[in-house]
């Protein structure tokens, strides 16, 4: 297993942000690590959100899960409209989104 660097991190933290803008979605602060003991956590703030992601021995596919849940959560959506912007951002790290009447999408590396 191949774990995340920083800078894995920090570029798929700007493609996430130029995916969000261009669907007129606010754009979490992202940052690491989480100061609480979790692989995620989100903070309100006056200007926005702050999503922290623990990276350390992580691989991409989970860091990559947090910060879109992030995404999604800062913009409070759900249901359909989650699902498609769930699959708009993993779409933009570069991953085969397969949407089906399930409520759950398929994801998979493109190579």
Do not use: Y
């Not at 003991?37 to 903070?43: F, G, H, Y």
């Not at 992030?70 to 570069?94: F, Y």
């Amino acid at each position: 297993m191949e774990t995340t660097t920083l800078a894995d991190f920090a570029q798929a933290a700007r493609t996430l942000a130029r995916a969000a803008r261009q669907r007129e979605h606010a754009v979490p602060t992202f940052r690491c690590p989480p100061t609480l003991p979790v692989d995620r956590s989100i903070r309100r703030t006056r200007n926005g959100a702050v999503v922290a992601v623990r990276v350390k021995g992580r691989p991409f596919v989970a860091v990559a899960a947090d910060m879109i849940e992030g995404i999604i959560v800062t913009n409070q959506l759900s249901g359909p409209d989650a699902l498609r912007v769930r699959g708009a951002l993993w779409a933009a790290l570069g991953f085969a989104v397969a949407a089906s009447e399930a409520p759950a999408t398929t994801v998979r590396r493109v190579a």
